[in-house]
């Protein structure tokens, strides 16, 4: 088992073993969502470290599109109720905000000019018929849900080395 330390937790610092949420904009914040999202997530972090001795959070905006949350769980687990009130939050956002911050239909990738667009999976579908994404196409696998996999840069990475490989690429 890893310690526990009392440096500022960062997801890049979280022990393995660790979970992580990504919530995805169809868009870029603004950036009074961004500090709405940020205050928001301070409070939820503050919550678990009271209800459950131990725990620790972290949470970062990526990319002006990306919302990410880690829990570091060793001395003790995240609830279920917890997890979902995270969730619940999160889709309050996207109302206030008018985005969906959950919707695993939406495929996010790097254009060839280095911007994060989203598609549907039928428009992504047809990027890849005409080739405009290929296997090398950056995109952002938002089912990343461990400490290990997001240090080890599974979050943005190759189309062809992720399952939207096999979904789009046949």
């Given at each position: 088992m890893n310690p526990i330390t009392t440096a500022p937790l960062t997801l890049d610092t979280l022990p393995d073993g660790c979970r992580v949420?990504?919530?995805a904009a169809h868009r870029p914040f603004a950036t009074d969502e961004m500090e709405s999202f940020s205050a928001m997530m301070t409070r939820v972090v503050g919550k678990w470290s009271a209800k459950y001795p131990g725990m620790?959070?972290?949470?970062?905006?990526?990319?002006?599109?990306f919302l990410v949350v880690?829990?570091?769980?060793?001395?003790?687990?995240?609830?279920?109720?917890?997890?979902?009130?995270?969730?619940?939050?999160?889709?309050?956002?996207?109302?206030?905000?008018?985005?969906?911050?959950?919707?695993?239909?939406?495929?996010?990738?790097?254009?060839?000019?280095?911007?994060?667009?989203?598609?549907?999976r039928a428009e992504f579908a047809s990027l890849a018929k005409s080739g405009a994404?290929?296997?090398?196409?950056?995109?952002?696998?938002?089912?990343?849900?461990?400490?290990?996999?997001w240090r080890a840069g599974k979050f943005e990475t190759p189309m062809k080395n992720t399952w939207l490989a096999q979904a789009f690429l046949n």
């Open positions: 949420w990504i919530f620790r959070g972290c949470h970062v905006v990526v990319d002006d599109r880690g829990a570091e769980e060793h001395m003790t687990k995240l609830s279920g109720c917890s997890a979902d009130a995270m969730l619940r939050m999160f889709i309050g956002l996207g109302a206030e905000t008018g985005m969906q911050l959950v919707d695993r239909m939406v495929v996010h990738y790097r254009d060839d000019d280095g911007a994060v667009q989203s598609a549907t994404v290929n296997a090398d196409t950056l995109v952002f696998d938002t089912t990343v849900t461990s400490s290990e996999a």
